[in-house]
């Protein structure tokens, strides 16, 4: 890390996370690295057993569920496709077998095939598609099965059930360049509101954490030379990149009943990104 990215991070805080979701059972998908492990590593420090879903790098995963584990709660990892139909009800199969039932989803595996429109490929607009969105439905609707199968539990949850939706502020930012990844959370966001409507009435909580720039390995090129940091400062008032900690806190509130009458909403973990930042000094 360079030494100015180094001295911005240093205001980020390290904070212990309360034991707010004792007893609950939670899956987090793509959470072998990045936003995901952290959200994962965080779900278990608050007291849920955690399902860690993968698709490649068996070893991260064992990592993160041994992180999980430090905190005495159960972990185990499920290798999975969030885009396959089949692959994804065999691991809700798996992790309802395993722990009982699931009370808190995040829906977090997520992916970018950057590519100018011009010359982007049907199949990297299938692939993001896939993943981001049609992954998230997927997912979805098999928590939201085993919710209004168990319903509420007011021992564990004021809720029947919680599903965070990771979208990202291009649910809002047009980007270019990055077209399908941009639909893909644009989607998200209409998708976790639909939801979040039909299943209020059932005690289902439904919402949307939207990242900004998260030093995570899927924005690599825009952190990690000073040049790039600092011309990416310039999108962000706050004047730190985020990391990961900074979503997962935001995940765990979202999952524990100090949020329970939030419902539908997308909270903004961006530093101010979405702030439109040009007009800071213009307009
Ligand atoms: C993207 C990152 C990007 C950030 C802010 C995220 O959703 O995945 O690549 O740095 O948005 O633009």
Not at 92 to 117: C, H, K, M, P, Y
Not at 172 to 193: D, F, R, V
Not at 204 to 226: E, F, K, V
Not at 255 to 267: E, F, I, N, P, R
Request: hydrophobic share 45%; glycine share 10%; aromatic share 6%.
């Amino acid at each position: 890390m360079s030494t100015s990215a180094a001295a911005a991070n240093s205001t980020a805080p390290t904070l212990a996370i309360p034991r707010t979701l004792r007893g609950q059972k939670a899956l987090v998908t793509g959470a072998n690295s990045g936003i995901g492990r952290a959200v994962a590593i965080a779900l278990g420090e608050a007291g849920a057993d955690v399902m860690v879903n993968y698709v490649t790098g068996d070893e991260a995963a064992e990592e993160v569920v041994a992180a999980i584990r430090a905190y005495g709660v159960n972990a185990s990892a499920y290798k999975a496709d969030v885009s396959s139909e089949e692959q994804v009800a065999g691991m809700f199969r798996e992790t309802i077998a395993r722990f009982g039932t699931l009370d808190i989803l995040v829906n977090n595996a997520g992916l970018q095939r950057d590519s100018s429109f011009q010359a982007m490929t049907l199949a990297q607009w299938h692939t993001v598609l896939n993943v981001n969105l049609t992954g998230q439905f997927l997912c979805a609707q098999q928590a939201i099965r085993e919710f209004l199968r168990r319903g509420v539990v007011p021992e564990v949850s004021c809720a029947a059930g919680k599903i965070i939706c990771m979208s990202s502020v291009h649910q809002e930012i047009p980007w270019a360049g990055h077209a399908n990844y941009a639909t893909s959370k644009g989607g998200i966001k209409l998708l976790m509101e639909s939801m979040a409507q039909e299943m209020a009435p059932h005690r289902i909580r439904i919402n949307a954490i939207a990242p900004g720039a998260i030093r995570t390995p899927i924005n690599t090129s825009a952190w990690s030379t000073p040049e790039a940091y600092k011309s990416l400062m310039t999108l962000v008032p706050y004047g730190r990149i985020g990391e990961p900690e900074d979503i997962a806190r935001a995940a765990v509130w979202l999952a524990s009943d100090l949020s329970d009458y939030v419902v539908g909403t997308t909270l903004f973990v961006d530093g101010g990104m979405t702030l439109y930042p040009g007009f800071a000094t213009g307009g």
